[in-house]
Structure formats: structure tokens, C-alpha cells
């Protein structure tokens, strides 16, 4: 496998009911291109589900193939990231039901990065105040931030499987 234009990230799969844990399984594979078999652990935060994590490395724009895959499962909680590579912004998918899935670029330290062009047409599109609060508040993924807390720190110190895509 060649590792030019190649980045590494993280799938975080914070609650899944055990019937859709195969499918998650196979959803990764599919988009890796290598059989994936996750080490899956009860998830504290919502008893009767199960969470799971895996690091993996293949070319940029990976973790956006994974959370399309995984966003075929409206009852997940999960979370994709991409680090940075050169000449490629870092990616934050972030899925909860009822809210759907975000998108957003992220710094090397993994802030989220917003652009001029969507701070310019977010101002253009709000009159201020609490209008303007809000529009940030989704810009910065403010609602999936408190819908995935609790799943995130009921994860702490749960281990990682590391993942390479084939091909």
C-alpha cells in the first residue's frame, strides 16, 4: 500500500445496539478494504448498548466514506476524525439521533476550523443577538457536542483496535 496522501483517524462508535454491531463491522470493512472484527464493550451511559473504537490509516477523505457508511444506522451514536495531512484540513463527523450528522474541518490541534466564507454568509443571514449565537452554535457542532458527552467520558479508557485499509 502506498502512503502517499495517507492520514490516520479514529471511529468512535459510542452506543449500538448488539444486532447492528455485524453491520458496523462490516460497513468499516467495506470502507477499509480489510476485515474489521471491533472489540466491543458495554457502554454505561445507555444500558443494553455497546461502544466500540478503532483507529485507522488510508487516504485522506477516509473518515467521510466512513460516517456515510455509518450514518445508514439512524439508532448510532458515533464519531469519525481525520487527522490533518499535508495539504489536507483534519475532519470531524459527529452522528445522534435526531440530530443527524455534522461536518466540519478541524486545526492540527483539532479545533474546528470556520471558514471567512461561512462566517461572512453566516452574518449576512442573521440580524445578531441570539440568532447569530445559535448559527454558531451549529457552525461548532454545539448540539452533537452535548448529545455525545455523556457516551464519550462512559468510554474513557476503553481500548483501540488500530485499523489499515488494504489495496
Known sequence: MSTRGNTRGVVYVHSSPSAVCPHVEWAISGTLGA???????????SPGQLRAECGW?????????LASALKAWPMLRFEVTE???????????????????????TSANGDIV?????????????????????K??????ASWDEALEPYRHAG????????????
Do not use: I, N, Y
Open 35 to 45: 476485515r474489521v472484527e471491533l472489540k466491543w464493550t458495554a457502554q454505561p451511559a
Open 83 to 105: 487527522e490533518p495531512s499535508a495539504g489536507v484540513d483534519g475532519e470531524r463527523f459527529c452522528f445522534a439521533p435526531g440530530l443527524g450528522l455534522w461536518h466540519g474541518r
Open 136 to 141: 454558531l452554535d451549529e457552525l461548532l457542532a
Open 114 to 134: 470556520v471558514g471567512e466564507d461561512q462566517l461572512r454568509a453566516l452574518v449576512s443571514m442573521t440580524r445578531g443577538g441570539e440568532s447569530l449565537a445559535h
Open 156 to 167: 474513557d479508557g476503553a481500548p483501540v483496535t488500530w485499523l489499515h485499509q488494504v489495496g
Open 57 to 65: 490509516r488510508a487516504p485522506s477523505g477516509t473518515a467521510g466514506k
